[in-house]
T-cell receptor, first 113, second 110 residues
C-alpha cells in the first residue's frame, strides 16, 4: 500500500513564525503535491513537484515555498505565518501520467494565532 | 481553464435512501481523467474511482455507481441504499490539472 506521511497532525504557531510541514511518501512517486483545504473552497493546489529540486506553482502559492531535496520528501514552508494561513494542509503523491491516482496523507491542521 | 464544480454543498438523507452527487467539469484537454474521492471524518482522502475521457461506460461497484456523460461534462456519483458509514465529504477531481471541486458533505441519518 502507498503511504504518504505528514509529520505533524496538529500544530499551533504564532503570527510571523516560520513553519515547516513535512511530507514523506514510500512508493518512489515522481510527483508530489501540497493542497490546503478550507470550508466551501475544497482543495486548492499550492505547489507541486514533478522531480527532485523541481517545483511548480499551483493556484495559491503566495506566502508559501517548497523544498524537494530528496524524491521521497516534499516540504511546505510558511516563511512568516499569518492568521489567514490557518487551514488543513494535505500532502499527496502520484506516479507520472495524467491518469494516475493521487494518494493523500492524513492532513495537518495548522492554527496560526 | 480547468474547473470542477460540485453545486451541492451539503446533502442529508435517511439511511437506505439513494443519493446522487453531482460533478460538472470544464477542460480544453482532449485527454483527461476524472476522479472521485471520499473524505471521512478522520480526514484522509480515499480514492474511489478513476475514469478516462475516452470511456463513457457507466460503472457500478457494489452500492456505488458512476455516470459519465461527456456531452454534458458531468461525472455523477450515486450511492444506492445509503448507510450511516457513507457520511463523509466527497470530492470530484480533474487530474489533468489536479483540480478538485469544493466537495459535497453527505450526512446519512439512521
Amino acid at each position: 500500500d502507498v503511504k504518504v506521511t505528514q509529520s505533524s497532525r496538529y500544530l499551533v504557531k504564532r503570527t510571523g513564525e516560520k513553519v515547516f510541514l513535512e511530507c514523506v511518501q514510500d512508493m518512489d512517486h515522481e510527483n508530489m503535491f501540497w493542497y490546503r483545504q478550507d470550508p466551501g473552497l475544497g482543495l486548492r493546489l499550492i505547489y507541486f513537484s514533478y522531480d527532485v529540486k523541481m517545483k511548480e506553482k499551483g493556484d495559491i502559492p503566495e506566502g508559501y515555498s517548497v523544498s524537494r531535496e530528496k524524491k521521497e520528501r516534499f516540504s511546505l514552508i510558511l516563511e512568516s505565518a499569518s492568521t489567514n494561513q490557518t487551514s488543513m494542509y494535505l500532502c499527496a503523491s502520484a506516479t507520472t501520467g495524467v491518469g494516475n491516482t493521487i494518494y493523500f496523507g492524513e492532513g495537518s491542521w495548522l492554527t496560526v494565532v | 481553464a480547468q474547473k470542477v464544480t460540485q453545486a451541492q454543498t451539503e446533502i442529508s438523507v435517511v439511511e437506505k435512501e439513494d443519493v446522487t452527487l453531482d460533478c460538472v467539469y470544464e477542460t480544453r484537454d482532449t485527454t483527461y481523467y476524472l476522479f472521485w474521492y471520499k473524505q471521512p471524518p478522520s480526514g484522509e482522502l480515499v480514492f474511489l474511482i478513476r475514469r478516462n475521457s475516452f470511456d463513457e461506460q457507466n460503472e457500478i461497484s457494489g452500492r456505488y455507481s458512476w455516470n459519465f456523460q461527456k456531452s454534458t461534462s458531468s461525472f455523477n456519483f450515486t450511492i444506492t441504499a445509503s448507510q450511516v458509514v457513507d457520511s463523509a465529504v466527497y470530492f470530484c477531481a480533474l487530474k489533468g490539472g489536479m483540480r478538485f471541486g469544493a466537495g459535497t458533505r453527505l450526512t446519512v441519518k439512521p
